[in-house]
């Protein structure tokens, strides 16, 4: 198995840690068939990747074995914004496993935190479709789903591409995220419609990006009791 180090993968505040707890924990909750879950969003800069690897992260955290794919193979950011230096020269990824060109443990990487692994998109090709729709998909990530405690996939946004829906045709379960103020409810519950039809399970819906300062509520986590220590070192970051 090849090596990569995530160079650039900021932590979070205790609200976001204690969020990202929340959800993972909740994902427990699903129960003992859900191995295989799809991030995807409406739009573009929703945040799903950066929910996805904090998914990863925490999950890996907990003990579990974990993979991230990252199945944006149009137009793949990740590797970029988090920094992926790798081991090897060559660095093959999703795009050419499915095309052929590679074992699919040379496409899987241990990164540098423990129980976290990814499976990186590869190079950008315009035929994604194609591969995604093929029969080495399913082949593969049945394997996978063998292989570690939980597979997540960040998939393109669901309201731009269709690819996200073909991808929801071999996961378990799928979570949508929302960006704080953007769009329609309605094309929340298209998105969870189509995704829905493919026979994956939506399993609920994050919203990202909110201030947790703008709450009224907020004092009842924050300035009371105990919790008090926490707000004054965490909450009070300019960390995003």
Known sequence: MNYLNITSFPELDYAGTEAMNTLCTNLSYCGPDMHTVLFTSRYEQEGKS?????????LAGFGKDVLLIDADLRRSTLARRYRFSYTSQE?????????????????VYQTDLPGAFILPAGRDVLNSMQLLASRGFGDMMQALKNSFDYVLVDSPPAGVIVDAVEIAKHCDGAVIVVGYNRGRAQE?????????????????????????????????YYRSGRYSTYYHHYGDSDEK
Do not use: H, W
Not at 94 to 100: E, N, T
Not at 198 to 205: F, I, P, Q
């Open 188 to 220: 929340v519950g298209e998105v969870a419609a189509n995704i829905g039809k493919t026979g994956c399970k939506v399993l609920g819906a994050v919203m990202n990006g909110v201030d947790l300062k703008s709450f009224r509520n907020r004092k009842y």
């Open 91 to 107: 660095a093959p990824g999703l795009a050419q496993y499915l095309a052929g060109k590679c074992d699919l443990e040379d496409a």
């Open 50 to 58: 950066s929910i996805a690897m904090n998914v990863m992260r925490t």
